[in-house]
């Protein structure tokens, strides 16, 4: 049985390139020391937090797993464990985060009372727990998250640069925004430029209004803002997605599954604003495993990675990117 376990272990010392246990132990097969380090090794393998990440994304039951399976997420073969991946600080700038969700790690840097929980539900869709009371789980369930609330009421260029001000503060290396408007506005532009050369990743829903329009601040010409339009499940761009030639990618955002803080329930959404958590915790993905992209490599990186559909949007015909990791031809 010594043997036995000499020659497993000596297998795995040679997979995590270490062969300091083939060096030391040669000579004590059948020490007790020896036998304890095998198990506590095993028991590291096993757990949860150390399984690699491309483990947890190709048989983690989470909800919305299905569409990790559509943009063939298992694709990129990340060489990281999930416990890292929890150590990127993510941010969400939106109406309606609450700090009183128990299934989520976030923060609050801004409160406001408001009559939405818009933001909790895409907060939920990145990264919720699995509760005693609650068997929902984001795609990132426990990454610490950043929260920024603005005003339901009077949404205001002024709180959004504030709040990007404010989660570049902290370090966080993406900024969620499911928040869309119709005005164009220079102080917004600039705000979005400084925190992109801070190495920080805007991801931006293209909007709801159903028009062809260009709604801001994902419509902004510049690289390292990540555009995100709707597609059903079976690659139709969605009625309600705002269309335009500045949307950089389109991903899934019918029916997606999320959690109401006012219920507990699980419930399907529907927007623009729910396509963007997906890209987002894609992103997370991207950065843990390469620290150094920039938010410029990112956004290339996922135009390269994508499939051009044919799609059709209210009877039209539409040509649109659609992430698909691993292709052996990438698409520019």
């Known amino acids: 049985m010594g043997r036995l376990l000499f020659i497993w272990l000596d297998t795995l010392s040679k997979r995590i390139n270490k062969t300091i246990f083939k060096e030391y132990f040669l000579s004590f097969e059948d020490c007790f020391i020896y036998k304890s380090i095998i198990i506590v090794y095993i028991i590291i393998l096993i757990s949860p937090a150390h399984q690699n990440i491309e483990y947890w994304i190709v048989s983690n039951q989470q909800y919305n797993h299905d569409v990790l399976e559509i943009l063939n997420v298992s694709g990129l073969k990340p060489s990281i464990k999930f416990d890292d991946l929890l150590n990127i600080k993510i941010g969400v700038i939106d109406q309606g985060i609450t700090t009183n969700n128990l299934n989520m790690n976030i923060v609050n840097n801004h409160e406001y009372v408001n009559s939405t929980n818009h ?35 009077t949404i205001t260029v002024d709180e959004l640069c504030r709040g990007i001000e404010v989660l570049s503060s902290f370090g966080v290396k993406i900024i969620n925004i499911s928040i869309s408007s119709r005005q164009y506005d220079e102080k917004l532009l600039t705000a979005i430029k400084e925190a992109i050369s801070d190495d920080i990743t805007i991801v931006a829903s293209s909007g709801n209004s159903g028009r062809e329009e ?119």
């Open 119 to 153: 933001g909790t539900i895409v907060s939920s869709i990145i990264g919720a727990m699995k509760t005693n009371d609650s068997e929902y789980s984001g795609l990132i369930p426990g990454i610490k998250l950043y929260g920024y609330n603005i005003n339901s009421e």
């Open 214 to 332: 260009y709604l801001y601040p994902a419509s902004f010409d510049i690289d390292g803002i990540i555009s995100v339009g709707s597609i059903t499940k079976d690659y139709e761009v969605s009625d309600f997605t705002t269309v335009n030639n500045k949307v950089d990618i389109y991903v899934p955002g019918e029916n997606i599954r999320s959690l109401d803080n006012y219920t507990g329930e699980i419930i399907n959404y529907s927007g623009t604003s729910f396509a963007a958590p997906i890209v987002t915790s894609i992103v997370a993905l991207l950065l843990c495993n390469n620290p150094s992209m920039t938010p410029y490599e990112i956004d290339e990186y996922l135009k390269r990675n994508s499939r051009i559909v044919t799609s059709t949007w209210k009877n039209r015909s539409l040509s649109v990117r659609i992430p698909y990791f691993g292709m052996k031809e990438r698409v520019n």
